[in-house]
């Protein structure tokens, strides 16, 4: 089963590279992390971008719910944090986001995992969690150092609308030095 997910971001004008584009020590380490992947086409990534030079579209393409968790344990903390920060300071969008190829039930599971337990980022991850904001939220798992949460989605359309994302907490745990894992099962 392979599982598309296509990504189109905006930017207002051409001043500032997509962050797709640009090269740091961050996207150079998950370039280098996607390498092995891509070379076994569990995971392929294919970018274009519009005619006026306006509009980036990603398209990833995962051989199975397995590399899609790959992928997205490569898409780590500091990865999306350094990216929040380059968007926002250009004011770069995410227009639309789909994924396509899962027409069952599945899971997504998201440990979250604090080096210092009981800090204000944690108790805020857990209060936005527990709002369970798109009503996916199936079972939320409390420790002294982790939260874990599951969510269950009814097929790949029902993630594209009302997945569970935590990017308005990114610079938050980041700073925390909070890491995280998901993955991807079938119900």
Same mark, same amino acid.
């Given at each position: 089963?392979?599982i598309?997910?296509?990504?189109v971001?905006?930017?207002?004008?051409?001043?500032?590279?997509?962050?797709?584009?640009?090269?740091?020590?961050?996207?150079?380490?998950?370039?280098?992390?996607?390498?092995?992947?891509r070379?076994?086409?569990?995971?392929?990534?294919? #970018?274009?971008?519009?005619?006026?030079?306006?509009?980036?579209?990603?398209?990833?393409t995962?051989?199975?719910?397995?590399?899609?968790?790959?992928?997205?344990?490569?898409m780590?903390?500091?990865?999306?944090n350094?990216?929040?920060?380059?968007?926002?300071?250009?004011?770069?969008?995410?227009?639309?986001?789909?994924?396509v190829?899962?027409?069952?039930?599945?899971?997504?599971?998201?440990?979250?995992?604090?080096p210092?337990?009981?800090?204000?980022?944690?108790?805020?991850?857990?209060?936005?969690?527990?709002?369970n904001?798109?009503?996916?939220?199936?079972?939320?798992?409390?420790?002294?150092?982790?939260?874990? #949460?599951?969510?269950?989605?009814?097929?790949?359309a029902?993630?594209?609308?009302?997945?569970w994302?935590?990017?308005?907490?990114?610079?938050?745990?980041?700073?925390a030095?909070?890491?995280?894992?998901?993955?991807?099962?079938?119900?």
């Open positions: 089963m392979a598309t997910i296509t990504t971001y905006a930017r207002p004008d051409t001043s500032a590279e997509f962050y797709y584009n640009i090269v740091n020590d961050v996207q150079t380490s998950v370039k280098s992390s996607l390498a092995p992947h070379d076994t086409s569990s995971l392929l990534v294919n #970018a274009t971008i519009s005619n006026d030079n306006l509009n980036l579209t990603l398209v990833s995962a051989a199975d719910l397995t590399a899609l968790g790959i992928r997205a344990n490569i780590s903390v500091a990865l999306d350094d990216f929040t920060t380059y968007t926002t300071q250009h004011s770069h969008t995410r227009v639309s986001y789909t994924m190829g899962i027409d069952a039930p599945f899971t997504c599971t998201t440990v979250y995992h604090f210092t337990p009981g800090s204000a980022v944690e108790t805020a991850l857990n209060t936005q969690l527990s709002d904001i798109h009503g996916r939220l199936s079972n939320l798992i409390v420790t002294t150092s982790t939260i874990t #949460a599951i969510h269950t989605y009814s097929n790949d029902d993630y594209s609308t009302n997945f994302s935590d990017f308005s907490l990114i610079p938050d745990l980041h700073a030095g909070a890491t995280r894992t998901i993955n991807y099962a079938m119900v």
